[in-house]
């Protein structure tokens, strides 16, 4: 990679000065995977820790319990997933805007998430003060959007670290939580009487064929994406990746889809959630890899110096950031309210801010900043999921689900601390 | 020995700049012009003021007095804004390239292209950084979608440069172009310099390597001690006449300091 040519560069040709320079890369097959191994080695890993983890998961659980790889654990799972999900995307951009060493971190995610749950199941009480079920959720959102907004002037405009900053609002919302819950309620619980709101994390789609349209809408739409790609890059003579790769990845997908569905279907089908879950997932994806607003997000995490000197307003773009990570913590406080079907005062708490942010870290994002995608959102909350999911069908004791899952937690952090280094020492080189 | 004979007007042009800091004055009265085309080399010892003349031009620490004229109009930059506005584009040595992100996105950091109102046109985005490192004839790059976190440094010097004469610039300011560079990547960001001369670009090399200065620099302006001592032409000195100027040329007396001879 390193060692230039010495040689003059050889002048342009007449025609062809297109490729003159630049050999369209990975047309063969063959050229595409030694490229690909090439870029692991060098530590671009991608999706290729998660997709082991995932194989590990299933091998260890389903030799080792029998009601692990069934059609009701796989539906219990996307339901008992999706909380941590949603708050995992708002996480995820919080670190991709990690400051070079300083890491950048919402510690209080999961009470802010809490709060807003609360105030929405609080807000939606018949007659007490008995909001419709969107009015409620627009409160909430705004609400927990402005706390993301407050964080985020108090990250920027007066230098307190993230860190700081956020453990202050993890008490603060902690306790917020509690005295809502414990000062406007009888015995700090409330039930969700609104149907609506129910079925956001407990409503399936018990009809076979829902299930199948919408992994075709899915699957049609990645197809299109990317074949569309492929042939505008070949009319502006781009290189491309070679047609069976490309084939191989959309037969991936819909595998993997039309497998989800049929398992899904076996039980109750797919669940209301993770429909929503998809098109959060999509659209956010959307927002930071296809936007400027996600363009900027990166370079502000890759080098802010960078960033500042291009014109771009590193602290608008943390304060953007904070308030998105607002956003998805609101989000992800009605889902979980939804599935308990309640609030109370210790809703929010446990683990659910670790699982969080380890969920991230699992799925590939660089507690370093500037590199990981959102879907890693899925990845990470389906693999601390299935973990934990397997722990409690195995009886497995508290101490031993705690430790286990540090271990798992800790091991993801080290595949992204050796693969950063792989690609610096390769960048120095 | 200063020069100044002919040879097309100046794109860039200061006369009589001056600029201090407090009790310290870091440039005085300096006259330093480059022209379309030409590669001009700054040089001086550490402390000579050749950031201080820089950062002047570029408006970062706008001059006391004196006067700027560029492309023949006089001009005032009170910032690097008004000086990319103008033309005007600095490639710093620490470069400020986004390790994590891929070569085209470097290039086009602050300023991406959208279609659709909304979408950033990748491809339009792709093909215009291919035309511009070709045009450097750049070809050490094996795709502008490596992320520049992969590349040696003078192919990171080349993403930086090709960067810079993107947005219609005119004039190209490198900072130490080849400072932590080996002799290979050396050959090609000289090489580099050379192009943006040849495609008429006006080209200042801040360096401390003469021998580097003596391929490119077509002139030479030597600072010392915040003054300009002299101007050569590349083929008219040598080395050891640029030498003595850096070390000991002629300084007019600065009222109010003591010049140290």
Redesign the interface.
Known sequence: MSDDTTTAPSPPSEEGVRTAGFETPHEGVSDYVAERWRAVQAGELGSLPIILGLVVIVAVFGTLEDNFLTAQNFTNLLLQMAPIAFLSIGIIFILLIADGEVVTIDLSVAFVAGTGGTVLVLLQRPDDPGWPWWAAIIACLILTTVIGLVHALIITKLGVPSFVTTLAGFLVWSGVVLWLTLDFTDAGFVSIQDQTLIDISNKFFSDDWVGWVLALIVVGGYAVFQLNDVRSRRARGLGTRPMPIVLAQIAGVAVLLFAAVIVANRDRGIPLVTVILAVFLAFWTFVAAKTRFGRHIYAVGGSPEAARRAGISVDNIRIAVFMVNGFMAGVGGIVLVSRLRSTSSNIAGGNLLLEVIAAAVIGGVSLFGGSGRIVAAFYGALVITAIKNGMELMGLSSGFKFIITGIVLLLAVLIDSVSKRRRTMRGLA | MTSDDGGGSPLLQCQGVSKSFGAVQAIYKVDFDVRAGEVMALVGDNGAGKSTLIKGIVGIYPFDEGEVYFDGAQVRIHG??DAADLGIEVVYQ?L??????DVV??MF????E?SNG???DE?AM??RA?EV??SL?????????Q??????G??RQAVAVAKSIMWDSKLVILDEPTAALG???T??VL?LVLRLAEQGFGVVIISHNLHDIFEVADRITVLRLGQRVAVFDKAATNQQEVVEAITAGDLAHVPGMEAAI
């Open positions: 690097p804004k620490d400020a390239l986004a390790d994590n992100l996105a470097n950091l602050g300023r991406e959208i909304l979408v950033i491809l792709e093909h291919q490192l070709e004839s750049v070809t050490t790059l094996k795709s502008v979608r992320v520049v976190a992969g590349l040696s003078g192919q002799v290979a990547q050959r090609q090489d």
